[in-house]
């Protein structure tokens, strides 16, 4: 297995690969951090560029635009508090208070070095324990996936911050529509109305561009004539991009625990099928807050955040490929 | 009797639960399967339900606790614009139910300048210039990114054909 890793390494480390990924993955970002673009979109555009190239360096070209398209994500979560995929709902909760606090550098970075370091470990955790790993998740059935769904149902009451009856009713509102349109089994139209555009149900895309894009531009409009908080012209409130990789960098490697702990969560909601990065970063993030001494300064704009989240769904998503 | 915000939210959410409790209900049964497409959805329902009255019990409670000396107090919070609020949420209902009738891109248009001037009104021709300018160019730009380039089709009037 070591022969073949090392075999792959060098060859992929060739420029005739190397580009087609970089250009690949540059692509992929671009593409993922536009709301209402998502993976598959950007993947059918670049795929003609790849016709002409050896299928390993298409292949490469590909992986990069997949890779990339599902960090993308994080861009507009931080900056515009819009999740550009659904992998990168929980870094929207720290990662936006931490740019509108004047640091949208220090939010994007950390989140793409945490998702680096996630993958990193992910990558390890996946070269040594998938098989095992593999062989419970394919024993999973219905009674699993329902004690996952209770779980999921649970997570509500860690994430909660105020009122769990809020919660519990946000989660109704969610489960309500996702029943609207065909039933899966016998394909009954519920609660359409006799819309033919409610048919095929609500894409998650679209409502998350609803949830999260809509609602915020409600709330900005809603403090429309309010004061502005920062018009004292100090240069301590200017957001800024630039930061200090080495900071970001010990910032995150001086959690080893949250790292390592929600690159596990990561891998081991990867490895059930049909679940993937968009619960993954939402249970590690549910888990974070838990397990954090200071549980009250989520969703404010703390890095522990922002680590949990991208670090998790990385592996999540290394594993699920 | 006043609601707070909670009680508005929770008193909407049993409106709708019990709304669509009887669509739930006589959703048909299938003979293949023991449960029906009804099922699940009476389940979402009657959670829905159940939360929502609790949440508008809490805010009851919650109000005659607090009485009608709290409701005096000045109010330390900043001015909310509920009213823009509320008109920024018809303009994007309006916008939705033209889409189909003038088209994607003539309602975009409509939508995008409408939603400015609503915003801030323009002062100078310059400031109108610009209002136009984005209205026009957010239209053109979407149409040429995805129906140019991405192949994805915007919807066309049927009044307009456009």
């Known amino acids: ?321 | 009797m006043k609601l707070g915000r909670d009680g508005v939210v929770g008193l909407i959410g049993l409106a709708v639960s019990l709304l669509l409790l009887p669509q739930a209900f006589g959703l048909p049964s299938l003979p293949i399967v023991p449960i029906g497409p009804g099922f699940y959805p009476t389940l979402v329902l009657v959670f829905m339900a159940i939360t929502s009255a609790i949440l508008l019990l809490q805010d009851i409670v919650a109000q005659r606790r607090a009485g009608p000396a709290a409701v005096d107090v000045g109010d330390p919070a900043p001015k909310r614009a509920y009213d823009l609020v509320a008109a920024a949420f018809a303009l994007s209902a309006a916008y939705v139910a033209v889409l189909p009738l003038a088209g994607f891109r003539l309602a975009t248009v409509a939508f995008v300048a409408a939603f400015q001037l609503l915003l801030e009104r323009p002062a100078t021709p310059r400031q109108w210039a610009v209002l136009v300018a984005i209205a026009v160019g957010t239209s053109v730009v979407t149409y040429i990114i995805f129906e140019r380039y991405l192949l994805v089709l915007l919807p066309r009037g049927a009044w307009t054909g456009w």
């Open chain 1, 1 to 321: 297995m070591l022969e073949l890793l090392g075999g792959s390494l060098l060859t992929i480390l060739h420029w005739k690969y190397l580009l087609p990924l970089f250009l690949g993955t540059l692509a992929g970002v671009v593409g993922g951090a536009v709301p209402g673009v998502t993976i598959t979109m950007t993947i059918i555009v670049i795929l003609p560029f790849t016709y002409g190239l050896d299928p390993l360096a298409g292949l490469a070209a590909m992986t990069g635009v997949y890779v990339g398209g599902s960090a993308g994500g994080l861009v507009t979560a931080c900056l515009l508090g819009i999740p550009g995929t659904p992998s990168a709902i929980a870094t929207t909760f720290d990662g936006f208070p931490m740019a509108r606090k004047g640091e949208p550098g220090r939010a994007l970075w950390l989140g793409v070095w945490a998702s680096f370091f996630g993958g990193l470990l992910g990558g390890a955790f996946l070269i040594l324990v998938t098989g095992p790993l593999a062989a419970i998740a394919l024993e999973f059935g219905p009674w699993e996936y329902f004690s996952l769904f209770v779980l999921a149902m649970a997570m509500v009451a860690g994430l909660t911050e105020s009122s769990l009856v809020k919660g519990l009713l946000s989660t109704a509102v969610g489960l309500l529509i996702t029943v609207i349109g065909s039933d899966p089994i016998g394909n009954v139209a519920r609660f359409t109305f006799g819309s033919e555009f409610l048919v095929s149900g609500f894409p998650f895309l679209p409502v998350l561009i609803g949830v999260f894009a809509f609602a915020q531009i409600m709330t900005d409009i809603e403090k429309f004539r309010a004061p502005k908080p920062m018009d004292d012209g100090t240069s301590a409130s200017q957001p800024t991009l630039k930061v200090s990789h080495i900071k970001v960098i010990w910032e995150i490697l001086s959690r080893p625990v949250l790292l390592l702990w929600s690159t596990v969560v990561g891998i081991v909601i990867g490895v059930l099928p049909a679940i993937g990065g968009s619960a993954a970063n939402m249970m590690a993030y549910d888990q974070a807050k838990k397990f954090s001494s200071h549980p009250e300064k989520f969703g404010t704009g703390t890095p522990e955040g922002i680590i949990a989240s991208e670090s998790s769904w990385r592996s999540a998503f290394l594993v699920t490929q």
